[in-house]
């Protein structure tokens, strides 16, 4: 079984910062992939980032960027420029490589980042 | 851009009815997957589906049912609809080739039941 760790239950930042969200994750398995998915209060959650765990490279998104540690099981998200719109629950989410895709999410419990302006 | 659906933004029901919620996605997707969202308790997978007419149980099945008799649909079943089945829930699917396991989320359903 999969865990994943959000230690951080609310942040807030001003406009414009820069704001990096942790997540650290426990699992037996090598393969796998990890998201970082967004919920504004409209409740849509939205794929912000995708990591493959064999890819070394760290995924970037505009101005979303991942630090990805897999030795150290840590998956943290750094948002640069800091904008109103990114004010949501940030949730992380592992799941493991299975070929067909067929396995649920295993999320964080979440981290609610407010932008102030 | 995958577009998954839900049939209901809101919904209200008394205890003992049976409640259908309906999920379509329109990206071929073979995986689809309901997770209900609880404050405290964050998403928790109910049952997925892998192809039609296949289904497997999540993390927390009882109380549900699903039905998947068409590729792009998905409901969700609450037989005898009770007070602790009030939550949102959330309606995703997937891909089962290309090596790309995300999944797409609809807007979610919010469920009370008096």
């Known amino acids: 079984a999969q865990t994943v760790t959000q230690s951080q239950p609310e942040m807030s930042v001003q406009e414009a910062e820069t704001v990096t969200l942790s997540c650290t994750y426990d699992?037996?398995?090598?393969?796998?992939?990890l998201f970082w998915y967004k919920q504004p209060p409209s409740r849509q959650m939205i794929l912000v980032i995708r990591?493959?765990?064999?890819?070394?490279q760290n995924a970037t998104e505009n101005r979303f960027s991942v630090n990805f540690q897999k030795a150290a099981k840590s998956f943290s998200l750094k948002i640069s420029d800091s904008q109103l719109g990114d004010t949501a629950m940030y949730f992380c989410?592992?799941?493991?490589?299975?070929?067909?895709?067929?396995?649920?999410?295993?999320f964080g419990k979440g981290t609610h980042l407010i932008i102030q302006p | 851009d995958v577009k998954v659906t839900q049939s209901s933004r809101y919904l209200v029901k008394r205890t003992g009815e049976k409640v259908f919620l309906e999920c379509v996605q329109d990206m071929d997707h073979e995986n689809m997957f309901w997770y209900r969202q609880d404050p405290g308790l964050g998403l928790r997978l109910i049952y997925f589906s892998y192809d039609v007419k296949m289904k497997e149980k999540g993390d927390i099945p009882e109380g549900y049912s699903v039905s998947r008799e068409k590729k792009e649909r998905f409901s969700l079943i609450l037989e005898s609809a009770s007070t602790n089945q009030t939550s949102m829930y959330l309606c995703?699917?997937?891909?089962?080739?290309?090596?790309?396991?995300?999944?797409?989320f609809g807007p979610g359903t919010r469920l009370l039941v008096l």
């Open positions: 699992t037996s398995e090598n393969n796998y992939y």
């Open positions: 990591q493959e765990a064999y890819k070394q």
């Open positions: 989410a592992f799941i493991p490589y299975s070929g067909g895709g067929a396995d649920g999410l295993t």
């Open positions: 995703a699917s997937s891909s089962a080739s290309g090596g790309d396991e995300t999944q797409y």
